[in-house]
T-cell receptor, first 116, second 113 residues
């Protein structure tokens, strides 16, 4: 079974430029997450989707970040314009959804973003 | 406000000995706890979990213990192997519409051959 696929693996951009990340979750997983992991920290949730609906985007900086999950499968996360402080690893994860054991999330390899 | 805390940034253990990684939490609504393992340049991979209705869950060399009254959990790895060298994250989730995982800051475990 294929895992969570993310692209690109690495991205270097200049500040004020736009950038987009793509995620393909595990087939059948209804819940999709975007996390951001800063150096030396644990992942922090940016947005969570249940199918195509964003059910928790309270920690998404909406002035520059946007996300979509059309048709409830693939998802893209966009930053426009990027700032130096956005440099981090952006992780996509998916799960069956629900609580308890269904919370177990499977992560992609992440996209390491460097803003210069 | 760090709701999940891993106070030891790093830990070194001799191969064959027991590794004990600790995690504390503050949110009493958390009812499900997970440990993830992360190698460099890879995403976290699920290791083991425990529900708040249990105080112990075992899977091979890995055992997680939960002390709800102390809001503390620990991961025991025995015997430790060189391949266990990685960063270990503790995570927690709460029920009823708040299924997101809240992660600790991680503990880097190094197994010394």
């Amino acid at each position: 079974e294929a895992g969570v696929v993310q692209s690109p693996r690495y991205k270097i951009i200049e500040k004020k430029q736009p950038v987009a990340f793509w995620c393909n979750p595990i087939s059948g997983h209804n819940t999709l997450y975007w996390y951001r992991q800063n150096l030396g920290q644990g992942p922090e949730l940016l947005i969570r989707y249940e199918n195509e609906e964003a059910v928790d985007d309270s920690q998404l900086p909406k002035d520059r970040f946007s996300a979509e999950r059309l048709k409830g499968v693939d998802s893209t996360l966009k930053i426009q314009p990027a700032e130096l402080g956005d440099s981090a690893v952006y992780l996509c994860a998916s799960s069956w959804g629900g609580t308890g054991p269904n919370t177990e999330a499977f992560f992609g390899q992440g996209t390491r973003l460097t803003v210069v | 406000d760090q709701q999940v805390k891993q106070n030891s940034p790093s830990l070194s253990v001799q191969e064959g000995r027991i590794s004990i990684l600790n995690c504390d939490y503050t949110n009493s609504m958390f009812d499900y706890f997970l440990w993830y393992k992360k190698y460099p340049a890879e995403g976290p991979t699920f290791l083991i979990s425990i529900s708040s209705i249990k105080d112990k869950n075992e899977d091979g060399r890995f055992t997680v213990f939960l002390n709800k009254s102390a809001k503390h959990l620990s991961l025991h790895i025995v015997p430790s192997q060189p391949g266990d060298s990685a960063v270990y994250f503790c995570a927690a989730s709460a029920p009823f519409g708040n299924e997101k995982l809240t992660f600790g800051t991680g503990t880097r475990l190094t197994i010394i051959p």
